[in-house]
């Protein structure tokens, strides 16, 4: 059964218009992470949320913001998408902050037309 | 800061082959260290994890075994199968860093019939 969820699996935006990556997860976790993994590149964490506490990553540009409204869902916000946010979008989560596994989703594969 | 180095790859081999990919790491305090695997067009799978110096961690035929005299966390399997065929990303995480992971560059396998 699927634990963390992430809607949809692609998703195509134009240059510029907004656009939402949703996440939701089963385990019932107090912290959720986004990552951006772009083309042939390790992942790299933009921001995570511990229960509704928000950390936003120092280089992570203003351009993407995030919303946890409960416990389950958490999703990015791409305000104006560039040519270069094309990637992978990885939600992950694990129970706490100190020495827990974290569990990715399956991605979301934004391409910005 | 942390950083971890990873082979380059592609690596290429031959059902039934042996493998390693190399990993070695720099980190402050003592870390935890990790293989995640990553499937075409799938999100991240935890595959193995060791936690302190010496440990072995194995799962699916995959081991690693956490050396802290060489600060390496090299990935073994001793035959490898099409299916194996995938992105492996060595991470590590440390107590000074929160639950945040630093991952590898990725190594991408590549197994032949």
């Known amino acids: 059964d699927a634990m963390v969820i992430q809607n949809p699996r692609y998703q195509v935006t134009q240059f510029g218009k907004p656009v939402t990556l949703s996440c939701s997860q089963t385990l019932n976790h107090n912290v959720m992470y986004w990552y951006q993994q772009k083309s042939s590149q390790a992942p790299k964490l933009l921001f995570h949320?511990?229960?509704?506490?928000?950390?936003n990553e120092a280089d992570t540009p203003d351009n993407f913001q995030s919303r946890r409204p409960n416990t389950s869902f958490c999703f990015l916000d791409i305000r104006s998408p560039g040519l270069g946010d094309a990637a992978m979008y990885l939600c992950?989560?694990?129970?706490?902050?100190?020495?827990?596994?974290?569990?990715f989703g399956p991605g979301t594969r934004l391409l910005v037309l | 800061g942390n950083s971890v180095t990873q082979m380059e790859g592609p690596v290429t081999l031959s059902e039934e082959a042996f493998l390693t990919i190399n990993c070695t790491y720099t980190a402050t305090g003592y870390p935890s260290l990790f293989w995640y695997v990553q499937y075409p067009g799938e999100g991240l799978q935890l595959l193995l994890k060791a936690t302190k110096a010496d440990d072995k961690g194995s799962n699916k035929g995959f081991e690693a075994t956490y050396r802290k005299e060489t600060t390496s966390f090299h990935l073994e399997k001793g035959s490898v199968q099409v299916s194996d065929s995938a992105v492996y990303f060595c991470a590590l995480r440390t107590n000074n860093a929160g639950n945040m992971l630093t991952f590898g560059g990725g190594t991408r396998l590549m197994v032949k019939p």
């Open positions: 949320y511990y229960d509704k506490d928000f950390n």
């Open positions: 992950a989560t694990s129970r706490g902050l100190a020495q827990e596994t974290q569990y």
